[in-house]
């Protein structure tokens, strides 16, 4: 015959829903209120703010407004930080978003921007902006100082081989301040628009491979070359000769470099 110890049994009964009602009384002490609060201040932080001018908090703003998101004076349980990152997210300038509620009431976004590192202004009027990933970016009020590439310039072209051309100039500090505009030809030769000197650089055509990848490897390559030897011929060749003496420096031929003068 089974004996049960009732008084032992009724004891540990009563531990257990002393043990589930604590642990509730925390975790409802723990969790804020959200119910009564207001949103009373909003921070958006944007990333490469003073670099990248595509994004200021005003345009945040009138973002999420027009969807009826922006939290300012919102009750904070209503506010989603979900869909106001989904939001953000496919703006064409954001490349991440991020936002979180505090228990203090304020709603914090942080924002990293899409890099433009050259403004495609093509023959059939395509007017936009190629990002360091080669996305492209639609025209916009941005400020800062990019090259421009103008010409024959299709949107598979600007991506594949204009978008490692101009990365490779801009991250150079000589190049990026020299070199002011790209121009391609009809025959797809690139020419090269330079702030000093009232020349034209031509470097001749950039390299096609199958591969996408290997393609702008090679246009890395040949780019880094190319400026190597115009390097030399400025520090060598115009420092000596001048720098208005030439209308037109051809270096498309690895062993030789032509020259025409001015009229």
């Known amino acids: 015959m089974i004996f049960i110890n009732w008084k032992k049994s009724i004891i540990v009964l009563l531990d257990v829903v002393l043990a589930v009602y604590l642990l509730l009384a925390v975790t409802s002490?723990?969790?804020?209120?959200?119910?009564?609060?207001?949103?009373?201040?909003?921070?958006?932080d944007i990333s490469d703010s003073n670099n990248v001018g595509f994004l200021?908090?005003?345009?945040?703003?009138?973002?999420?407004?027009?969807?009826?998101l922006y939290p300012y004076m919102k009750p904070i349980d209503k506010v989603s930080p979900r869909d106001i990152e989904e939001t953000l997210k496919v703006t064409p300038f954001v490349k991440s978003a991020e936002c979180y509620k505090t228990i203090d009431g304020q709603v914090c976004i942080t924002i990293t921007q899409r890099t433009p590192i050259v403004r495609i202004i093509s023959n059939n009027g395509a007017d936009y902006y190629i990002d360091e990933r080669g996305g492209q970016l639609p025209n916009s009020n941005y400020s800062s100082d990019l090259i421009i590439a103008t010409g024959y310039i299709s949107r598979n072209f600007a991506r594949q081989s204009i978008a490692p051309l101009a990365k490779t100039i801009m991250d150079s500090p000589l190049w990026s301040n020299q070199i002011v505009q790209i121009n391609v030809l009809p025959n797809k030769s690139i020419e090269l628009v330079?702030?000093?000197?009232?020349?034209?650089?031509?470097?001749?055509?950039?390299?096609?491979?199958?591969?996408?990848?290997?393609?702008?490897?090679?246009?890395?390559?040949?780019?880094?070359?190319?400026?190597?030897?115009l390097e030399k011929f400025y520090r060598y060749g115009l420092s000596v000769a001048g720098w208005d003496k030439y209308k037109y420096i051809d270096i498309e031929f690895d062993n030789q470099i032509i020259c025409k003068r001015k009229e």
């Open 29 to 44: 002490f723990n969790v804020p209120n959200e119910g009564n609060k207001l949103c009373d201040k909003v921070t958006i």
């Open 56 to 68: 200021s908090a005003g345009e945040i703003k009138k973002i999420l407004s027009a969807k009826g």
């Open 194 to 229: 330079p702030r000093v000197g009232n020349h034209i650089v031509c470097l001749g055509q950039l390299p096609e491979e199958s591969l996408v990848s290997v393609q702008q490897d090679s246009i890395v390559s040949f780019t880094l070359r190319k400026l190597e030897r």
